[in-house]
């Protein structure tokens, strides 16, 4: 059983930065990650995942180029570099853990009810 806690949102203005940090109790390295974030009245969407190793990465087309997620399986964390932000970037955002079976991970669907584990979620509030 792996327990996923993310922690660093927070609110900031348009423009500003953000780094969000998903440290999970056990062990990761073996298990794709991901980022999702649900803003109010909305689905709850995939936008950012990482290989096991970290050396592959996608992104959504909403994201690509100001965020970036990485890993280090030695702490057992994945980040989520966030800059530029934008008021539509508003959103709880989660951190999930899938276990690939055989699959690329950049090639897993988006679909929340695959996923494995979840944080709790951390609220990310940017203001114009």
């Known amino acids: 059983q792996v327990q996923l806690v993310e922690s660093g949102g927070g609110s900031v203005q348009a423009g500003g930065s953000l780094r969000l940090t998903c440290v999970a109790s056990?062990?990761?390295?073996?298990?794709?990650m991901a980022w999702f974030r649900q803003a109010p009245g909305k689905e709850r969407e995939r936008f950012a995942i990482i290989s096991t190793g970290g050396g592959s990465t996608n992104y959504d087309d909403s994201v690509k180029g100001r965020f970036t997620i990485s890993r280090d399986n030695a702490k057992n964390t994945v980040y989520l570099q966030m800059n530029s932000l934008k008021p539509e970037d508003t959103a709880m955002y989660y951190c999930?853990?899938?276990?690939?079976?055989?699959?690329?991970?950049?090639?897993?669907?988006?679909?929340?009810?695959?996923?494995?584990?979840w944080g709790q979620g951390t609220q990310v509030t940017v203001s114009s």
């Open positions: 999930a853990a899938k276990n690939p079976q055989g699959l690329a991970c950049v090639d897993l669907a988006k679909v929340v009810s695959i996923y494995d584990y």
């Open positions: 056990g062990y990761i390295s073996n298990k794709c």
